[in-house]
């Protein structure tokens, strides 16, 4: 009798201090500080009508492939077409015949940034724009490949807060440039936490060239991502990453200096949003809600911090399926096109697409190609 009472007595005494370790692991601080929220109450779209599940971007055809890695985003002029890559470089290749690239900038030792967006300046090809998450703002000249930064991220003057994470970016054509600071907490190493704190951390931002004035244009951002320009400038378009959702923010007419939802639901976390050659706008994904683990977890803030805290980002990652995805919004911001991976072949996380009519160029973070798939 005395050993079963010590047994139960170790028992308990070793279940109320397991209790206590959990509570005091939960109390201990965290660098996120998550909220509670809900994209919509309805769960993610389903997989039908446009959204219907389609192998058509696992056919896609693999350029470059393991000779690069992470080409994020994509410009093009003159024939060719610019791509940004993890190791700081940008290169070229032509449109017509990708068969080789060229380097347009290196990397130096010690300086290396991350390009992520690219533009062309709309009345001069011969300068680049760079939305690079370290340094800021950047332009090359291309006849000289000369790099000057516009807008320095730790710097960035005018009584503007250092920017953190510097995303995607559209030249106007009287020059201006309107550029996304995805997180003003979290930086490029960090976006696991800016998804896991799912709070209003990301910017839009203005800066004029001709008088180096810097102003934000919009605060309160979920994860501002992708921009896009709309037809004659007179809107743009913000990608808010932790919400599912598009914003729109009009820059003429009786609208001008107000916003609102553009497209909302998105059937995952989207990256970057880039015009389609009918006249819509393609949207790529990092991953999606298909499963629901994101969408359970989003109402749960204190698992998010438990999960991220106690270093079990890889699981969690792991339980979202590698369903790779890009899809097409009309001009109205309704789906109309979808193309899959359904096993996540070629194109598990997406970051942006380039229309070239008859071809659609993808890009990623993280792969060592770029995915050609023929329309």
């Known amino acids: 009798i005395i050993h079963e009472r010590m047994n139960g007595r170790i028992y308990w005494l070793a279940l109320a201090s397991l209790v206590a370790a959990v509570g005091i692991f939960v109390a201990l601080p965290t660098s996120i500080d998550p909220v509670a929220y809900s994209v919509t109450d309805d769960g993610p779209p389903k997989f039908t009508g446009p959204l219907a599940v389609n192998d ?15 080409p994020e985003a994509f410009a093009m002029a003159d024939g060719y077409v610019y791509t940004g ?14 068969a080789s690239y060229e380097t347009i900038v290196s990397c130096t030792q010690g300086n290396c940034g991350r390009p992520l967006g690219l533009y062309f300046h709309p009345q001069d ?30 710097h960035p003057g005018n009584g503007i807060p250092p920017l953190v994470f510097v995303d995607d970016l559209v030249v106007l054509s009287n020059g201006s440039i309107f550029f996304t600071d995805l997180s003003k907490k979290f930086g490029l190493e960090e976006v696991e936490a ?6 209003p951390n990301g910017r839009l931002l203005h800066y004029s060239p001709s008088n180096g004035s810097l102003y934000t ?10 921009v896009c320009v709309g037809p004659n400038e007179e ?18 007419g009786p609208k001008t200096g107000a916003g609102d939802t553009f497209a909302q639901n998105l059937p995952g976390i989207p990256d970057n949003i880039t015009p389609s050659s009918r006249g819509g706008y393609w949207v790529a994904f990092a991953a999606l809600r298909d499963n629901g683990v994101l969408d359970m977890m989003a109402g749960l803030p204190w698992l998010r911090a438990l999960v991220y805290k106690s270093g079990l980002m890889g699981p969690v990652k792991a339980l979202i399926q590698k369903h790779g995805m890009i899809l097409e919004l009309d001009a109205n911001g309704q789906i109309v096109k979808s193309l899959h991976d359904p096993n996540g072949v070629v194109a598990t996380s997406s970051s942006s697409v380039l229309d ?14 770029i995915a050609v798939c023929t329309m």
Not at 128 to 150: C, E, M, N, P, W
Not at 217 to 226: C, F, I, K, P
Request: glycine content about 8%.
């Open 56 to 70: 058509h971007l696992s056919k896609a055809r693999k350029l470059f492939e393991s000779e690069i890695e992470g």
């Open 125 to 154: 090809k011969s300068k680049l724009y760079v939305a690079d998450a370290k340094k800021g703002i950047l332009s090359i000249d291309l006849d000289t490949r000369r790099v000057q930064t516009l807008v320095n991220a730790h």
């Open 235 to 252: 809107f743009l378009l913000v990608v808010e990453m932790t919400r599912a959702r598009v914003t729109r923010y009009y820059l003429k």
């Open 356 to 369: 070239l009519g008859d071809t659609l160029l993808v890009g990623s973070y993280y792969a060592p190609h």
């Open 194 to 199: 800016e998804v896991m704190e799912a709070r």
């Open 217 to 226: 244009v919009l605060e309160g951002l979920h994860g501002a991502n992708g």
């Open 85 to 98: 890559l993890q190791d700081g470089r940008i290169i070229r290749f032509g449109r017509t015949n990708p």
